[in-house]
């Protein structure tokens, strides 16, 4: 392990202990305040001032400027412990502001970087408006225009953004106004509001929402308010094709950290039926078999896609600094598959729970929280459609030039899970466009690789390269260039099996790896097949009729990382509130009264 996944882990631990056992009744920032908090639509301060101590924002300023930003992929770990307590908190308090510095990051002059910097090293937040795209979704269509100044080289900014979330709090924001028309429409602004005048900036009520109830989320008006010329960030009308380079970072960074809501959920249900003696030790054949094989198969199911999902999503992270050409197709992968399998996995899993899951308050509570909250990870300027409509035009040139074993390229670095060893993000190389496929065209190399025929996953992977070559001859039934797949009814369809297809390869990517680094749970075979079959199933492919049954493996796997407080995805952090370290909680309890 080399010394940064030890930091990582460090500051992840640091964290966890932070916020202590979640099912502590005591606990200023456990489950039970949280809930709370939520009922009112509030965020909760407790938990605000431990991020704050914590310095949550350093993790958004990269090293060079004075944060701890080396990985992206580090970044989702840290973000996902907030996410476990709470989406509100992990969206208001952290993504939001990470998702506007992300623009001056890959596009802000040196003095602009800087102000960021020092505004996130203070605990201040960011805000971004992004442009309303033609496929995406938003509350509602609104737009910025900045017209040229009084001959100063600054602009006057005219328009309302409806819903933005801390707006009321940023201390600056990150606007794209439209500043032209055709390709170069829209230009990027770095505006500090205490430049505003007073005049020209109205605030716009707050809006309540369905999920996420702690977010602040309002609207913001400008009235021919001045803004200075050195506020531009990078070149004029560039912003459109600045916005859609850093979605390769967005897309995938704010769907891995929003995985914690995920784990919560999944211990929740887990809870629940080891409570009702449904799974677990005092589990028998008195509680009916078939409820039994119900639970079972739900639990294992949801643990396998969660799994899944986080080895797509580890993909696209590590993407950004290892091929960041091509990230931008995986981001956008992520982005719309991950929200869409969450949340079938929680509405299933909602039926182990029965009444309990309409319980405001409880052990149980916190399930039908998280539940709500995991769709809202969908919505935004850069939503499921605006992801699709990323992915469909490039699909028949990927399919003559991308998917073929011949196509690959080393790429073994994207399947690796410590942080060691990334080259330092280049957003300048980021591109709306992919140049190739590495993760579709290592499936094609491993399906090509020999092995036995009697090898189970050997078997799947062809099964999934098949499907591949299918997806192949389907997309080139689509306009060659791409120019008219949007409006191809098929090219949605083609997209959906696109992604279940790279969530399979990202799924074998990481077993391989994992199985070449040594043992461990993530090098059994066990998971991966049952990752495959799950997304082979989800594809309608025939399976062999000899189906292995890994469900006991599975649920041991399951029931011990809730007995031992370990997360459920491929870290298999420590948590806390695990009863073999009473005195870290302690610690951290007399820290908290302390204060």
Known sequence: ???????????????????????????????????????????????????????????????????????????????????RRDAALGLGHGVTS?????????????EQRRTVARLLLTGHHLVSAYPELAAGSSF???????????????????????????????AA????????????????????RDALPAGGVTALPRHRTSGIRGCQVAGIGFDDSPVPADALIGEPGRGLELVLRIFSVTRGVGPSAALGCADTALRTAVACAVDRGVVGDAADDATGPQRLSHARSTLTGAFVDLLLCDCLALVATRAVHLVPEDAGLYAAAVKYLLPQLLTDTSYELSTLLGADFHARNGAYAAFRKNV????????????SAACRATVIPQLPRLARTAWSA???????????????????????????AAGGDPLAASLALAADAPGPESDRPAELVRLLAGELALLRDGCAGLDRDGRSALGDPRGHALAERYALILVGAACLGVWRHQRSAGTGFLARTEWLEAALT?????????????TPDHEEPLLAEVLARYREHRSYDLYDTPLAGAPGAPGAEREAREEREDR
Not at 98 to 110: D, E, I, M, N, T
Not at 150 to 165: P, T
Not at 534 to 546: I, Q
């Open 1 to 83: 392990m080399g010394e940064q996944e030890q930091e990582v882990r460090r500051r992840v631990a640091e964290l966890e202990r932070g916020f202590g056992n979640p099912a502590d009744a005591d606990n200023p920032v456990g489950t039970s305040a949280f809930v709370a908090a939520d009922a009112c639509g509030k965020p909760l301060a407790a938990a605000e001032r431990l991020l704050e101590r914590y310095g949550l924002n350093a993790e958004f300023v990269p090293r060079d400027l004075g944060g701890r930003l080396t990985g992206l992929d580090a970044l989702a770990r840290v973000a996902r412990v907030v996410f």
């Open 98 to 110: 990470f998702l506007a510095a992300v623009v001056v990051w890959a596009a802000g002059s040196p």
């Open 140 to 170: 509602l269509s609104n737009e910025l225009t900045a017209t040229a100044g009084d001959g100063s080289g600054g602009f006057r900014l005219s328009g309302r953004k409806e819903a933005l979330n801390n707006v009321e709090r940023a």
């Open 173 to 192: 924001l990150v606007l794209f106004a439209r500043t032209g028309t055709g390709r170069h429409s829209h230009s990027a602004l770095l505006v500090e």
């Open 372 to 383: 709500r909250d995991l769709p809202m990870i969908g919505l935004g300027a850069a939503g």
């Open 406 to 432: 011949s196509a690959a390229a080393p790429v073994d670095g994207l399947f690796r899970l410590e942080a060691d060893g990334l080259p330092p993000l280049d957003l300048g190389r980021l591109s709306p």
């Open 534 to 546: 799950r997304v082979l199933r989800r594809l309608g492919t025939t399976l062999p009729k000899a």
